[in-house]
Each structure stands twice: as C-alpha cells, then as structure tokens.
C-alpha cells in the first residue's frame, strides 16, 4: 500500500501536478510512466512479452497502466468510501480523455478543455485514437471496481459470473481492438479466456481475498458441497473445501479451453502472447490441483520456469500451424 500511497501523493488529485504548480507531462514522458507501471508490478505472467509486435508494446503498456491505477484505487485505499471517491475521479479522467478526443462536452459539462489528464490518460489518448477503443470497456472496469466496494460476497455463480463481464472480459475486448480483430465469434472467445482467467485468478487467491474481506465462492456452491461460513472464517482445508475446489477449477478450465479457438484468428506472433495468457490460467489450475485445491496454505504461482517452458511450447505451436497451412 505504501507503494501506491506515494503514486497517489504525486499523481492523485490532490498532487501538485494537479493543482498546476507542476509542469504538464510530455507524451513521451506519459508513455515511460506507462511502461514502468507495467513492468514493475508482478502478475502471473509478463504484461508484454517478447513475442509481442514492438509498435504495440507501448499500446498494450497504456492500456495496463489504466487497468492498473483503476485496480489499485479500488484495493490499495483505506477506505470503501475513499475508494469510490478516487474511482470517481479516474471516471472524469477517463471521461475527459475522451471528450478532448471528440472536441465536444457531452451534456452539461462545463469542465475547462485545458483540465489536466493524468499521465496513464496522455498516453492513452493517442492508443484511444488509433484503435478505435470503446470507451464503454474501459468504464466496465471501473465499475467493476467500484463494485467490489459495495459487494463482497456472491450467492450463485452466476452473480459472479456477470461481476467478471465488467472485471475481465473489457480487458479482452480492448485487446482484440489493439489486434484489430474484432468480430462476433473472437469477442465470444477474448470473453471465455477472460472470464476463466478472472476465475483461476480468484481460486488462486482465496486466502488473501479473504484476508481483505471478499469471498468469490459462491455461497450456493459452498453449500453444495457443505463448506459451511464457520470452516470458511477458520480457513479450514477440509474434504468438503477439496470438493468444492475441485469443481471451481474444472469449470474455470472448461472456459479457458472454450475460448482457445481464438488464439489461430490472431495476426502474427500475436497468437503467442494470447495463448500465453491462456495457458497461464491453465497453468494456475494445475498448481491448485497440485496442492491437492489447499490454496489456504500455499498461493499457486506461475514460476520463471513454467514461463520458459509455455513460451516455448506456444512457439511450437504457433510453428505447427503456419507449417500446416502450407
């Protein structure tokens, strides 16, 4: 938090780059900031691999630095109300963004066309222009965010399942713009992969989403297989938490499965880093069932080895469909 607590200090509305005493930053300068956002936060795999086209690399970082800010302002804030403040404010950002892309305010807007834009927003404007992105996914998000701060608990799957239509599947959709290939069937796919990351995400992290007081199993689901909300506050591994766990993971799979026919519609080397991510889901999956589902002792992660060896295994795949084609 402490970490984040100082981006606040200087980038947040109350900074003095805000107030004005601070000289505007360069899109240059907008676009370094982005870069080091993504690169020094750990995820399960790296935001941009090698295996990413360079003319997109520094798209893919401005539109992580978004996702990144809009995340930590909703879990790195003391505060649900203080939370909801700020995200509010990265909603005017966003708004304004796109408002000095029209040229024109929508509505009753009053707010001066010289208000500054956060630096994730000057180099994401040009990402915005050139790609078309919508600004309805990148507003899902926030909202998605802003939800976690006024609920923390789902009672069926399907809840949860509409709370990752906001949280990961806009993610998905911007992805397929910055790739240019955007149609019904890839949008059905981007949104499997995403909703099955978004799950094996949550499964991997059951014990520190508890920690700050958010449960994504489904009250239905736990009680299906009777883990009961006094083996939940004790964190107890038990057979009725393996079953349960079990079940979570195999339908977390099935979505990532379903919407690996994606990745031979992506352009070039693109097709790598997609199957990337999916495969790192999977990946993830396996740890869980590794640990025998006791993700209360050990959080599963994705280590460099494992890293080297999807990479490797994505290039063969990739190599095998260009062979196959000719």
Not at 235 to 264: C, I, S, T, W
């Amino acid at each position: 938090m402490a970490v984040f607590e100082q981006e606040l200090t200087t980038w947040g509305p109350e900074s003095s780059y805000f107030q004005g005493t601070d000289a505007p930053v360069s899109l240059k300068q907008a676009q370094h900031y982005c870069r080091k956002v993504a690169l020094g936060h750990y995820e399960n795999f790296p935001v941009v691999s090698w295996a990413l086209p360079r003319e997109l690399r520094s798209h893919f970082f401005n539109v992580y630095a978004f996702c990144r800010w809009a995340d930590d302002l909703g879990d790195e804030v003391q505060g649900a109300d203080a939370s909801l403040t700020l995200l509010n404010w990265w909603r005017s950002q966003l708004e304004h963004c796109y408002q000095v892309i029209s040229g024109t305010p929508k509505g009753d807007d009053q707010r001066s066309p010289d208000m500054r834009l956060h630096p994730v927003f000057v180099a994401l404007k040009p990402t915005i222009v050139e790609f078309d992105l919508p600004q309805q996914a990148f507003e899902d998000l926030i909202q998605a965010f802003e939800q976690d701060q006024r609920l923390c608990e789902y009672q069926t799957f399907e809840q949860l399942l509409e709370y990752c239509q906001k949280s990961a599947n806009p993610v998905g959709r911007l992805v397929l713009h910055l790739c240019r290939t955007v149609s019904p069937h890839t949008l059905a796919w981007s949104d499997s992969i995403c909703t099955g990351l978004q799950l094996a995400n949550f499964w991997q992290d059951v014990s520190r989403d508890f920690a700050i007081g958010r449960v994504y199993l489904p009250v239905d689901d736990c009680q299906r297989f009777g883990y009961t909300r006094a083996h939940l506050e004790r964190n107890e591994y038990n057979e009725h938490f393996e079953k349960l766990m079990q079940f979570e993971v195999h339908r977390a799979r099935q979505f990532l499965l379903d919407g690996l026919p994606l990745v031979p519609h992506l352009p070039g080397r693109l097709q790598m880093d997609i199957d990337l991510f999916a495969q790192g889901g999977l990946k993830i999956l396996d740890r869980i069932e590794g640990l025998q589902f006791d993700v209360w002792k050990k959080r599963p992660v994705v280590s460099r080895f494992d890293f080297t060896l999807l990479l490797l295994q994505s290039f063969l795949r990739r190599l095998l469909r260009m062979v196959s084609r000719n």
